[in-house]
């Protein structure tokens, strides 16, 4: 199964470093059968994206975390086979246990630096948006209007070179 697990860049030069990725909490998201089921209408190729997009407004709350972060959003697309369905938490939730060796890394989706104004915008106010604050909705929505560029795993360690 194709999981997302959100991440920051402190968390990708981390995963260069140690040649693993540990996801907080052991959370991803995928496309899950809640999620299909959520949908009305949705090829494979777009519940996949969507539980992307679910990974990256994730990576948000992880940057507001960080002392000093990097305001882009990371994920960090695996292929792994043991994952726990968590429809109780949210419709694209699963938990995978223990790190990913850097071997099964499928992709790295990183905001490019044009988000970077919005993306610290959002990571203020994602759990407003998430109440139902309009402004804060549409600082959010500002953030993620931005796509996320996608790198080969093996392009990541000169992608962070360059930043």
């Known amino acids: 199964m194709r999981v997302y697990l959100p991440a920051t860049v ?3 030069r981390d995963l260069v470093e140690r040649g693993e990725f540990a996801p907080v909490g052991g959370t991803g998201f ?7 089921e ?15 997009l679910d990974a990256a407004r994730a990576s948000l709350r992880l940057l507001s975390n960080e002392d000093k972060p990097v305001p882009r959003r990371a994920v960090v697309s695996v292929d792994v ?7 109780d938490l949210d ?6 246990a ?3 060796p850097f071997k099964q890394i499928a992709a790295i989706h990183l905001d490019t630096s044009d988000a970077e104004d919005a993306v610290a915008e959002a990571v203020e106010v994602v759990d407003a948006a998430d109440l139902g604050d309009s402004d804060a ?3 959010l929505g500002e953030a993620e ?7 080969a795993a093996q392009e990541l360690p000169f992608v962070l070179e360059l930043m």
């Open 38 to 52: 959520s949908y009305a209408t949705g090829d494979t190729e777009e519940l996949e994206y969507s539980a992307m």
């Open 145 to 151: 209007d931005h796509e996320l560029a996608w790198y």
């Open 81 to 87: 086979e043991d994952v726990k369905l968590r429809p």
């Open 91 to 96: 419709f694209s939730v699963v938990k995978i």
């Open 137 to 139: 909705e549409f600082a």
């Open 98 to 100: 223990g790190p990913i």
């Open 30 to 36: 995928a496309l899950t059968p809640a999620l299909r």
């Open 10 to 12: 402190a968390m990708l």
